[in-house]
């Protein structure tokens, strides 16, 4: 039977973190936190539980998350969020990985709770996530805030029953609060790497992602959840391309006014 290491990164979980750890006492052989400098109760919670804790400066969430791995004793990690627990049924399917190992990625169904209610449609169920793997076979990638594990060309993967539970989001207010921090993170990300936005741009991909959520991925049967998920959708993606175009105008204006300091004065 393999050894696993159970990895998570938090700040300021002090609400969410006993729910994760607990799911986990049963199947690992260790669980390690890498905590961005909580100053919530997060850090006392975890050692009563005889967790690993490590601080690191957050730069990012994949960053972090690689960061973590190097923190783990063994090379087999399940790797959760703090609001995150595994159900039943995964926790039996996992136990049955550990004692016969045979791919080097295992996903699973990631199923979100949102202020109270589990959705099952909304492009928010099955939600696939890889989080069982041998992290000598990949690492995280993807693009902030929006990571996930990807494995090495030719890394063999299996899908394993029992959903991962996710307690993404308790309040309305909190879904403004995340897609506002969310969508500066992803602007950002998409400023780096040259990405443009005009007004055409920022029409059609966030009416684009409304019509997806609502209307192709059936959000209309999560009732008024389901069309308040598929509005935010929406309006995440709007806030990431006005973001984008103000960051691509200042960088403009920042040319022209280099261009003007340093062109030639000519005298009368």
Request: with cysteine; proline share 2%.
């Amino acid at each position: 039977m393999i050894k696993l290491s159970a990895v998570i990164i938090t700040y300021n979980e002090e609400n969410k973190i006993e729910r994760c750890i607990l799911s986990l006492k049963s199947i690992v052989d260790e669980i390690v936190v890498v905590d961005s400098f909580s100053t919530d109760k997060t850090e006392e919670i975890c050692l009563r539980y005889n967790a690993k804790f490590i601080k690191n400066p957050f730069g990012g969430y994949i960053e972090q998350k690689n960061f973590a791995l190097t923190c783990a004793s063994n090379d087999y990690i399940l790797s959760l969020d703090a609001d995150e627990a595994l159900s039943e049924e995964l926790k039996e399917s996992i136990l049955k990985v550990k004692s016969d190992w045979k791919y080097d990625g295992y996903y699973f169904n990631r199923f979100n709770n949102y202020c109270g209610q589990w959705i099952y449609h909304s492009n928010w169920y099955p939600d696939r996530k890889m989080r069982l793997f041998d992290r000598r076979k990949g690492e995280w990638g993807g693009t902030n805030p929006h990571d996930r594990f990807v494995l090495i060309k030719g890394g063999t993967k299996k899908h394993l029953k029992g959903d991962l539970l996710h307690w993404v989001l308790p309040t309305y207010d909190a879904h403004i609060d995340k897609a506002n921090r969310f969508s500066t993170i992803a602007a950002n990300e998409a400023f780096k790497i040259g990405r443009k936005a005009s007004i055409f741009t920022i029409l059609s991909h966030s009416m684009w992602r409304f019509i997806k959520s609502y209307f192709m991925n059936m959000g209309v049967l999560d009732g008024y959840n389901g069309f308040v998920i598929s509005s935010f959708s929406s309006y995440t993606v709007f806030l990431k391309y006005i973001k984008l175009r103000q960051l691509n105008i200042n960088e403009k204006n920042g040319r022209k006014r280099k261009k003007q300091k340093h062109s030639p004065q000519i005298a009368n």
